[in-house]
Structures are given as C-alpha cells and as structure tokens.
C-alpha cells in the first residue's frame, strides 16, 4: 500500500470539512494536505503545492459548493494539468451526475451521509489501486488491468452499524437535514415515521459520523431537553440525500 497519500478535503460546510479530515488523518497511510471551502480556494492551494513539489494525490471533493460545481472544478482541473483523482463525497444522488462525474475522471463516488467504515472503505481501495499501478513494466495481461480497475469498486453494499438500515437513515437524515431548527428524537421519529428509541439510534450514528451534532434545549422547568442538528450542509429540500439543482446548476 502507497504511504503518504496527501489528501485536499473539498466541502463547503466547516464542520463536515473538519471530519472528513480526521477521518483521513486516522487511515494509514494518508495525510490531509488542507481543508478548503470552495472551487477557487481549491485550485489556488493545488497550484501552489505543484509549484513547491508537492502535488496533491487525491482530492475528496463536494459537488455543490459555493462559488461552482465540483465537477466544473474536475474540468478546470484536467486543462491546467493537474493529474489529482478525486472521490465524489457528495448528497447528489442524481444518476445522470453519477455519469458526469465518471466522465470528468471521479474515481469513487461516496454518498453522504455516510459511516465511518464507508470512508475507510473508499480510501484503502485506491491505495491499493495505486500501489498496483506504480509497479513498474507492463501488464502481463487483460487480467491484471481488470483486477487494478476492480480495486476501485466498493462491495455491493457498504455495511452499517448492526441493527441500522439504509432506508431508515436516509429518512431520519432527510428528516433533520431539512428542519429549520435542532429537533429532539421525538420529533425526528414522528416526522420520518418510526419510534423515538428507532430515531435516536439513527441520530446518534449522525453524530458519530460528523454530519450531525447533539445539543441541549433549555426550557423554563426541568431538564434540558436532548436535541440534533445538521451539519453536513445546508438543508435542502428533495429528500434526506437530495441536493436541490441539476447537473448544471449551482447553489
């Protein structure tokens, strides 16, 4: 496996940037190179470290970000000569975007929200891609090209924690992404149809993942109240993944 792979985490929302990063510093054998907010921010911290010989390997990019689209960024990116790969971390569940960031040379595509073990997932198989393709001398045959290739395939499915489903999770997420204000367990299960016990299950794995944070709600008697916020982006509207726009369109 690769040492050292340098990583730029790409993602609009601070808190989100700021684990994604630690995820990446907690893998072997990778390194976040920096955290920056936008599609400029982006090319200015690549182009300066090629300029000081220290290329960037490995971008984990959001689509949507202020100031562009990822992909746009993707395009810029190739015409100025950069050779970074990049991974989609995104909530664009959109098919036709899943085709366009093929098209534009995003070599994984992670779906927000996402677990910890997904990540890890992500990361371990491009290094093990890499480490394949720096060895020297030719392919010895159509096989080998194909097994360096499939290592960039995730499993079929990306397991959970025991007990949690992926249906549950989108609506729970779906469910907070798009409140206005922090919501309690209660709330949250009534709104995505399932149990307090059900959804504080589902919010506390949000918390654990970065995408979501628990905060005390003071009332004028008794004990705060417990309740969750997203964090992952700004609430969008379209479902607990969607990112409001299409392939052209930014926020």
Same mark, same amino acid.
């Given at each position: 496996?690769?040492?050292?792979?340098?990583?730029?985490?790409?993602?609009?929302?601070?808190? %989100?940037?700021?684990?994604?990063?630690?995820?990446?510093?907690?893998?072997? !054998?990778?390194?976040?190179?920096?955290?920056?907010?936008?599609? %400029?921010? &982006?090319?200015?911290? =690549?182009?300066?470290?090629?300029?000081?010989?220290?290329?960037?390997? /490995? @971008? =984990?990019?959001?689509?949507?970000?202020?100031?562009?689209? !990822?992909?746009?960024?993707?395009?810029?990116?190739?015409?100025?000569?950069?050779?970074?790969?990049?991974?989609?971390?995104?909530?664009?569940?959109?098919?036709?975007?899943?085709?366009?960031?093929?098209?534009?040379?995003?070599?994984?595509?992670?779906?927000?929200?996402?677990?910890?073990? %997904?990540?890890?997932?992500?990361?371990?198989?491009? &290094?093990?891609?890499?480490?394949?393709?720096? $060895?020297?001398?030719?392919?010895?045959?159509?096989?080998?090209?194909?097994?360096?290739?499939?290592?960039?395939?995730?499993?079929? $499915?990306?397991?959970?924690?025991?007990? /949690?489903?992926?249906?549950? @999770?989108?609506?729970?997420? +779906?469910?907070?992404?798009?409140?206005?204000?922090? @919501?309690?367990?209660?709330?949250?299960?009534?709104? &995505? !149809?399932?149990?307090?016990?059900?959804?504080?299950?589902?919010?506390?794995?949000?918390?654990?993942?970065?995408?979501?944070?628990?905060?005390?709600?003071? +009332?004028?008697?008794?004990?705060?109240?417990?309740?969750?916020?997203?964090? +992952?982006?700004?609430?969008?509207?379209?479902?607990?993944?969607?990112?409001?726009?299409?392939? !052209?369109?930014?926020?």
């Amino acid at each position: 496996m690769s040492p050292g792979i340098s990583v730029l985490v790409v993602e609009d929302d601070p808190v %989100a940037a700021d684990a994604h990063a630690r995820y990446v510093d907690r893998e072997p !054998g990778f390194r976040t190179a920096g955290t920056v907010h936008g599609c %400029a921010q &982006a090319l200015r911290f =690549l182009e300066r470290e090629r300029a000081a010989g220290r290329p960037v390997d /490995l @971008l =984990l990019l959001d689509l949507y970000l202020p100031d562009g689209h !990822g992909l746009q960024l993707c395009g810029t990116l190739r015409a100025a000569g950069h050779t970074t790969d990049v991974i989609a971390v995104t909530s664009a569940r959109d098919l036709a975007m899943v085709r366009q960031a093929v098209s534009a040379g995003v070599v994984q595509y992670l779906l927000k929200p996402f677990a910890a073990a %997904a990540l890890h997932d992500r990361l371990e198989r491009y &290094a093990r891609y890499r480490d394949t393709l720096a $060895r020297t001398g030719p392919a010895t045959g159509q096989d080998e090209v194909d097994q360096a290739l499939a290592l960039l395939r995730a499993p079929e $499915r990306t397991a959970l924690p025991k007990g /949690l489903s992926a249906p549950t @999770l989108d609506a729970v997420a +779906g469910v907070l992404r798009t409140a206005r204000t922090g @919501l309690s367990a209660a709330a949250a299960g009534t709104a &995505a !149809g399932v149990s307090r016990i059900t959804a504080r299950r589902y919010l506390e794995h949000l918390v654990d993942s970065g995408l979501a944070v628990r905060e005390p709600r003071y +009332g004028t008697v008794g004990r705060p109240e417990l309740c969750y916020r997203w964090t +992952g982006g700004a609430a969008r509207t379209g479902g607990a993944g969607a990112d409001t726009g299409g392939p !052209g369109e930014f926020r």
